[in-house]
């Protein structure tokens, strides 16, 4: 399944027999705001894995509906990056939220079945950023995707990073997930992961490694890994 | 008049003439992620004036309407105080939205006539926040809101500050706004405003003299000053 599991009830015309008001992180996953996390925060912030946080942080945002991880992703990515998306958003104003994203695959469809990674990169170019998408193998291991990490996070200039993962390998309850990476923290070699549904989760470190085995779990709706997709509004160069 | 300006053109029928991608801040406030909002930021956590930050910047959001400043400013604070709203909002999740704030005034007519103080404090009541409401004047000088700053923004534990003030005081276009804030910086005398149109502003640093003095401009809908609120989630003391 592409879509994302916070979705599953949300499909249904009859309301859920239980509901929740957000879910405990596995332990080893530090929540930004805890006592570990801002310790991780604050060190990545001297040693320089926080360069490009605040560009995205700035813009984080919690995704317009429980299927849509992928579009509250991109919604955060695109104006972080400063995209103007020449259209109207609401009132005299141009800006990037969910409802603009109507590109490669119908709103409703999405709401359905979600998004893969490659249609979520098909989106993110027909929104105007530049785009380099990436799956675990043989030629992308898991040092490579620590190098476009630390690249991304230790540039101050506007790139992020969006990584897709199977939440259940990380021991989160759902599965096929997106997100931003808001930084890195080299001592733990951990990024900090800004969870669009952030009614359930709040942004939380996750080490390099396990994010990396998260990534190898096949997308059923494809058969392939999933993967990473680095951003960037210009026509500077991106990691390869 | 007390709706957010970014609203006007939105109440009409017709698009709008011109249409907006962010609109430049005055030159004495610093966006955060300048050089010289990163550098008071990272002086502010070294020196404990962010400890409430990651709390509320991780529940910084975009005001879901251009009239919405008020909406959008309880709904930051709702979730960062990590209120439960006790009702369903998407799926089987439950989350403060700002159609989830249908208390103290009908919706629709906060889209035509924006909230007052006085209306954001009962409005945050009703969604199960404490709140202490002040407003300049001779009992509450601009050495007693700064002592408010520090106490919220220096402590650990969920409470945040509200402000209600003229733009147009601080030099931006537009008028009365609300925003919650992120932070102090003790040697400039700043606090971090969160601002929630984002699609105009970025978080900016803004003297404590210079927001007082925009808190003292009436609000043409009630006669009164404006002004601050903070909001606690327990029973536990409340700056007075």
Redesign the interface.
């Known amino acids: 399944m592409a879509i994302c599991n916070?979705?599953?009830?949300?499909l249904s015309a009859q309301?859920?027999d239980?509901?929740?008001?957000m879910r405990p992180l596995p332990s080893e996953q530090p929540a930004?705001?805890s006592e570990t996390?801002?310790r991780l925060?604050?060190e990545a912030?001297?040693d320089g894995g926080m360069a490009s946080y605040?560009?995205i942080?700035?813009?984080?945002?919690?995704q317009s509906?429980?299927a849509y991880c992928s579009l509250g992703t991109l919604v955060c990515a695109l104006?972080a990056l400063g995209i103007?998306p020449a259209r109207?958003?609401?009132?005299?104003?141009?800006?990037f939220?969910e409802e603009l994203l109507d590109c490669c695959k119908p709103l409703e469809e999405i709401r359905l079945v979600g998004l893969s990674l490659d249609e979520v990169a098909c989106l993110a170019r027909c929104s105007g950023a530049q785009v380099a998408l990436h799956r675990p193998g043989s030629e992308y291991g898991v040092e490579r995707f620590r190098e476009h990490v630390i690249e991304i996070a230790t540039r101050n200039e506007p790139a992020v990073l969006i990584v897709n993962y199977s939440r259940r390998t990380l021991g989160q309850t759902g599965d096929g997930h997106f997100s931003p990476i808001g930084g890195y923290h080299a001592a733990s070699d951990s990024v900090l992961v800004l969870d669009t549904a952030?009614?359930?989760y709040?942004?939380h470190w996750v080490p390099v490694e396990s994010l990396f085995a998260a990534m190898q779990a096949l997308d059923d709706a494809t058969g392939l890994p999933r993967g990473w997709i680095a951003l960037h509004s210009r026509a500077t160069s991106l990691p390869n």
Chains 1, 2 share one sequence.
């Open positions: 916070e979705t599953r009830p949300a309301p859920p239980r509901t929740f008001y930004l705001d996390g801002r925060f604050a912030l001297i605040f560009k942080a700035q813009q984080f945002h919690t509906e429980p104006n103007d109207q958003w609401k009132g005299p104003w141009r800006w939220s952030r009614f359930k709040p942004p």
